[in-house]
């Protein structure tokens, strides 16, 4: 079974510039999680879809933060424009409801 | 939201030593997990734990659900090269998880 895909691995901008990262879920997961880690702090919450509807967004940072997901399936997480505090390590994640299995991340860099 | 106090927030060992490492938090849980994560990967789930009390071992790995439902821990025995990575604890509520700030753990061979 394929896990969870991100993609791209790594991205560099120059602040004001947009990214738009790419997360495909486990096939037949509903839950689908965005999460963010600064270096050396915790893994934030961003957003949790059930399937396409966002069920909580409460951790999205402002409304330069978009994030969709099309059909129930892949999602994707725009940042526009960027900002340096925008940094970080983002991670989707998928959910059965009880365990959660995380994509290996992308890694943002806002310069 | 909900924090997560996790510690120690590092640890440097020798091969062959048993870790410790907790996670406590003010508010209670339905479930407690335990997540690794080595350079350049996303966290890989561990240990999962639905019971106050439970105990529950993958390997060398042993994880505890506090009775209180506000604390989890977990032990390696007997650590070896391969176990450096950064741990981390997460408390399932409603539809959130919450994160530690994770344990660094380095293995001296």
């Known amino acids: 079974e394929a896990g969870v895909t991100q993609f791209p691995s790594h991205s560099v901008i120059e602040k004001g510039q947009t990214v738009t990262l790419r997360c495909d879920p486990i096939?037949?997961?509903?839950?689908l999680y965005w999460y963010r880690r600064v270096m050396g702090k915790e893994i934030k919450f961003l957003l949790h879809?059930?399937?396409?509807?966002?069920?909580?967004e409460s951790g999205m940072p402002n409304n330069r933060f978009l994030a969709e997901r099309t059909g129930g399936t892949y999602s994707t997480l725009k940042v526009q424009p960027a900002e340096l505090e925008d940094s970080g390590v983002y991670f989707c994640?998928?959910?059965?409801?009880?365990?959660?299995?995380f994509g290996p991340g992308t890694r943002l860099t806002v310069t | 939201g909900q924090q997560l106090n996790q510690s120690p927030q590092s640890m440097f060992i020798q091969e062959g030593e048993d870790v410790s490492m907790n996670c406590t938090s003010s508010?209670?849980?339905?479930?407690w997990l335990w997540y690794k994560q080595e350079p350049g990967e996303g966290p890989v789930l561990l240990i999962a734990?639905?019971?106050?009390?439970e105990l529950t071992s993958n390997g060398r790995l042993t994880a505890q659900f506090g009775i209180t439902r506000k604390d989890s821990f977990l032990n390696i025995s007997a650590s070896i090269p391969s176990d450096v990575g950064i741990y981390f604890c997460?408390?399932?509520?409603?539809?959130?998880?919450?994160f530690g700030t994770g344990t660094s753990l380095t293995v001296i061979p």
């Open positions: 879809f059930v399937k396409e509807s966002k069920q909580d």
């Open positions: 994640a998928s959910s059965d409801g009880y365990e959660q299995y």
């Open positions: 997460a408390g399932h509520f409603g539809n959130q998880f919450y």
């Open positions: 734990l639905y019971k106050a009390g």
């Open positions: 096939s037949g997961h509903d839950n």
């Open positions: 508010s209670i849980f339905n479930t």
